[in-house]
């Protein structure tokens, strides 16, 4: 029980900054090019209720990423709705990835300090020891959502951002997708070999080269969280 208690503490606050800020993101952005659609229905916010969705929250704590309930944008109110749509697309998955590089500062003190004689402290391990699990798993799941929202397929940012930069013959055609685009999504992570051969290799590159020589404290956070 104290092993469940200890993995929700770290996992927390890291899970619920990368999935509300790419969301507050989104609608932010928007703003910034005319739409107050997520302001007005009271969604640019850091509070975790107006963004939570039940099922996308339980499977950070199963499967180590999740999501939540998308903010409403309504590009019509867009001066060039096309153009501004890939901005506020790029706005989410750039949020996780400034995050993690955030996340991967924190270590990289951290570890500058072990070198010092504050290590020695045992104040200092107390104090240090869960920052360091709490930052190695911020950078793991910043990374990972980062890097799957831009998976080509809409409703993911991805698939926005093509939309966005297709011709609008081809645009169309890719937004015709988005009805099926979620169950799309699950197929490509779940049936074929995406994940193994694409996703996480480029996810296992992105940490390792954020992390540098403190990577075995995402391998360590991520050990004590899932068990691999």
């Given at each position: 029980m ?14 619920l900054?990368?999935?509300?800020l790419h ?6 952005i ?11 229905l009271?969604r640019l ?5 107006k963004h939570?969705?039940?099922i ?5 704590f199963i499967f ?7 903010v ?24 996780n990835?400034l ?24 104040i200092?391990?107390?104090v240090?020891v869960p920052?360091?699990?709490?930052a190695?798993?911020s ?6 959502l ?13 698939g ?14 890719l ?7 979620f169950?799309?999504i699950?197929?490509l992570?779940f049936?074929?070999?995406?994940w193994?051969y694409?996703?996480g ?5 992105l940490?390792v080269f954020?992390a540098?020589n ?5 391998e ?9």
């Open positions: 104290d092993e469940i208690v200890s993995k929700i503490a770290i996992m927390l606050v890291p899970a900054l990368a999935i509300i969301e507050v993101a989104h609608g932010y928007a703003e910034q090019f005319g739409d107050p659609t997520a302001r007005f009271g916010t850091l509070n975790p209720l939570l969705d039940p996308g929250t339980i499977a950070i180590g990423f999740g999501w939540a309930r998308p409403p944008v309504n590009p019509g109110n867009f001066r060039r709705p096309r153009r501004d749509m890939v901005w506020v697309a790029l706005a989410g998955p750039a949020t990835f995050l993690a590089a955030l996340s991967a500062l924190v270590l990289r003190g951290l570890g500058l300090l072990d070198a010092t004689s504050l290590a020695e402290s045992h200092y391990a107390q240090t920052v360091k699990m709490m190695g798993f950078l793991y799941i910043n990374a990972l980062g890097t799957f929202n831009l998976i080509p397929v809409p409703p993911l940012d991805g926005r951002i093509l939309i966005g930069v297709l011709p609008e013959r081809q645009a169309l055609q937004s015709r997708l988005e009805p099926f685009g169950v799309l699950l197929f992570v049936f074929t070999d995406v193994s694409v996703l290799p480029i996810i296992n590159i940490v954020l540098g403190q990577i075995h404290q995402v360590q956070a991520i050990r004590f969280l899932f068990g691999h």
